[in-house]
């Protein structure tokens, strides 16, 4: 079973900057996608920033330029690295993980939500 370990948030002033780390421990054969989503206050959960199994990252568009994501597919971590925060970037963020796991001969398709961690942007 694997499981998502996210590190990092906090409450930061407006124009501060923190870093998110995801840690994944479990069997995984191989990552097609990790990334971050984040779900403020009465809004819908939406994907930050996501980055492929070979370093193909997609952003969203208020938070580029901003935000940096990295991967260590090594050691199955991930970061986001956000700079220039905005009250708006106020919310609980989540680490996902799509990956290929094996059980005997076949390999199957996963997907793993982290438990989430706070983020406030005071303004």
């Known amino acids: 079973q694997v499981q998502l370990v996210e590190s990092g948030g906090g409450l930061v002033p407006a124009g501060g900057s923190l870093r998110l780390s995801c840690a994944a421990s479990?069997?995984?054969?191989?990552?097609?996608?990790m990334g971050w989503y984040r779900q403020g206050p009465g809004k819908q959960r939406e994907l930050v920033a996501d980055v492929t199994g070979d370093g193909s990252a997609k952003y969203a568009d208020s938070v580029k330029g901003r935000f940096t994501i990295s991967s260590d597919n090594a050691k199955n971590m991930l970061t986001l690295q956000m700079n220039s925060l905005k009250p708006e970037d106020t919310g609980v963020y989540y680490c996902?993980?799509?990956?290929?796991?094996?059980?005997?001969?076949?390999?199957?398709?996963?997907?793993?939500w982290g438990q989430g961690t706070q983020v406030t942007v005071s303004s």
């Open positions: 996902y993980l799509d990956y290929e796991g094996r059980i005997g001969e076949f390999y199957t398709e996963y997907e793993v």
């Open positions: 479990g069997s995984i054969v191989s990552i097609n996608v």
